[in-house]
T-cell receptor
Framework: EAQVTQNPRYLITVTGKKLTVTCSQN?????MSWYRQDPGLGLRQIYY???????DKGDVPEGYKVSRKEKRNFPLILESPSPNQTSLYFC???????????FGPGTRLTVL | QKEVEQDPGPLSVPEGAIVSLNCTYS??????FMWYRQYSRKGPELLMY????GNKEDGRFTAQVDKSSKYISLFIRDSQPSDSATYLC????????????FGTGTRLQVTL
């Protein structure tokens, strides 16, 4: 089954404790992205990747890092999480520039 | 001012009604226009995709783009309770199609 998986689905952590949210897709897609979704602000792109070792900033990259060492994986790293990073995070992938984008199930992160 | 504006709703309609959802945008470089549907506690899923101006129909759904007015619409005919969800518009500029800008979403409730 074609899918995008994210782990963990739920996470409560404390300020400053480094964390990683994993994202993996099994569709051999080149393009992958991370979004955060907040009430009243909608979905905002954090980072995206056009291929292995090629990443670029989206609209809200501050406080986040990504890496794309393998085509299937695109982890999101929060080196020093802060409460304003409490949000619902989605990973997404697609084959090409204008193909259907598949979203993962979301990771609800709370930073205390 | 946000690049993409979307009425958050909620919009409540009776079953069978025609629903009109809209977004306006300010970036004249946007060329790719998409509509996503997001059910509660799920990731968004692509409904319709349109390049540049014009109409596109898929079953009960019709997407319209008016670039001269910077206005896009999604029409749902014969609405069903299963259409109850949040609808997000998204768009990107030619050449930077990996960077998507989303509207905040309109919550739709179709009642029996």
């Amino acid at each position: 089954e074609a899918q995008v998986t994210q782990n963990p689905r739920y996470l409560i952590t404390v300020t400053g404790k480094k964390l990683t949210v994993t994202c993996s897709q099994n569709m051999n897609h080149e393009y992958m992205s991370w979004y955060r979704q907040d009430p009243g602000l909608g979905l905002r792109q954090i980072y995206y990747s056009m291929n292995v070792e090629v990443t670029d900033k989206g609209d809200v990259p501050e406080g986040y890092k990504v890496s794309r060492k393998e085509k299937r994986n695109f982890p999101l790293i929060l080196e020093s999480p802060s409460p304003n990073q409490t949000s619902l995070y989605f990973c997404a992938s697609r084959l090409g520039l204008v193909d259907t984008q598949y979203f993962g199930p979301g990771t609800r992160l709370t930073v205390l | 001012q946000k690049e993409v504006e979307q009425d958050p709703g909620p919009l409540s309609v009776p079953e069978g009604a025609i629903v009109s959802l809209n977004c306006t945008y300010s970036n004249s470089a946007f060329q790719y226009f998409m509509w996503y549907r997001q059910y509660s506690r799920k990731g968004p899923e692509l409904l319709m995709y349109t390049y540049s101006s014009g109409n596109k129909e898929d079953g009960r759904f019709t997407a319209q783009v008016d670039k001269s007015s910077k206005y896009i619409s999604l029409f749902i005919r014969d609405s069903q309770p299963s259409d109850s969800a949040t609808y997000l518009c998204a768009m990107s500029a030619s050449g930077t199609a990996s960077k998507l800008t989303f509207g905040t979403g309109t919550r739709l409730q179709v009642t029996l």
